[in-house]
């Protein structure tokens, strides 16, 4: 932590309190967890992660990231994927919901996850260990090519967190981010994918609670992670 936070941390703390207080609780949306879709190619797809990768502030899975990426890569693809994903899990939780899914493989994995370890202040270098741990445990155990990491989101903007707040989680949400991505450099089976919106979608891209994306921030997101997964998949056919 920066010095700079110090005298700040009073203020952080009880910030904190009346966010977890006053935040409104989004559910996860209903819809499909499970399935297969489009015509072409097999791709084997996995979706892991916390609750934005659960979907929460979409109405339904489809308008939520899996259902659009799923859509986008349905169009030339046969998908069979499935989403495993639960609000408020950590890089821990992801690692202890991955040991209880069965031994289905896939090609490619997609994760959305940090922003809870984020907000606990977990330490770069253990967020650095348990991803490269859930990379190791969907290579080994599910036959998983490349795990695409999504970016951690860009905390520093979201309207629920108020300033300083805002800027304190923001700025270690940043250092996570940045550990990724080294972490990526060094792996063939690890991609970090930056997790960039257009400033002109503007406040309607997020949903009510101002944390979560609405369904404008999930398209986005699956039309930057979409490529990614084609041009892994194609590198590489799917085993029969």
Known sequence: MSLRWVPLLPILAAQGLLV?????????PPGERVGVEGD????RLLVLGD?????????HQRFALAGQLVADLARDHRVHWRLHARTGHTTADA??????IDGESYDVAVTSIGVNDATRRLAPAEFTLRM?????TLRARHGVRKLIASGLPPMHRFPALPQPLRAFIGEHARRLDEALATLAARRDDLQHVPLQFDPDLGPAAMAEDGFHPGPPAYRA??????????AIHLAG????
């Open 95 to 100: 690692l202890a919901a991955l040991a209880a």
């Open 40 to 43: 072409g190619l097999p791709l």
């Open 237 to 240: 056919p799917a085993t029969a």
């Open 20 to 28: 977890r207080a006053r935040a409104l609780r989004l559910p996860e």
């Open 221 to 230: 997101w699956a039309q930057q992670l979409a490529p990614r997964v084609r």
């Open 132 to 136: 490269a741990r859930l990379a190791d």
């Open 51 to 59: 609750s934005a990768a659960a979907g929460v502030g979409a109405p």
